[in-house]
């Protein structure tokens, strides 16, 4: 079984990371706060990189205050912040938001199904045959679907496993 305390299915960003980025024409990125089980709050983050600056700053809309913010790794000044981000006695740590694959999901599921069966438990949601969990990524946070028949509910998935 899969440790629930430490699973995380996001790759950790380093400086070959980010310029792998670059080179792959997508210097745009929005960096932010990030919960996550046996991560330190206020000192995870994760980052989503885009090709265009347009999209980077449709997301960056989405956050709240103080959440994040859109960077661009082209501009030195940037970079560099990125990477005092990512020394090792920051004490940060720096995760990419890719998208959940159906490998990953799976073991999502196996990992913190204790934890979302007490969550579906405390919003009182009636079964209806069976529930099904969908885990995604959606503006650089991960969220889940739950469905039961006609039933549907959105979350934070970390709100669930907390």
């Known amino acids: 079984m899969v440790d629930s305390l ?5 790759m950790r960003v380093n400086e070959v990371a980010l310029r792998k ?3 792959m024409r997508k ?5 932010q ?6 991560q330190p709050t206020q000192k ?4 989503s990189a885009y090709e265009h600056e347009h999209n980077a700053l449709l997301h960056g809309q989405e956050l709240r205050s103080a959440e994040g913010k859109v960077l661009n790794l082209l501009n030195i000044t940037q970079y560099q ?12 740590g720096l995760f990419f938001a890719g998208s959940i694959d159906t490998k990953h999901e ?5 990992a913190y199904v204790n934890a979302v069966s007490a969550y579906i438990t405390k919003i009182r949601m009636r079964k209806e045959g069976h529930y099904y969990v969908r885990i995604y990524v959606e503006h650089g946070r991960v969220k889940a679907d739950i469905t039961s ?7 934070l998935f970390y709100d669930m496993i907390k």
């Open 6 to 10: 430490f699973y995380n299915p996001f």
């Open 21 to 23: 980025l670059i080179g």
């Open 27 to 31: 210097p745009h990125v929005v960096v």
């Open 33 to 38: 706060r990030f919960q996550w089980p046996g």
């Open 44 to 47: 995870t983050f994760l980052m």
């Open 81 to 92: 912040n990125m990477l005092k981000l990512l020394q090792v006695n920051s004490g940060n």
């Open 106 to 110: 799976k073991k999502l599921q196996k």
């Open 149 to 155: 028949g006609a039933q549907s509910h959105t979350a």
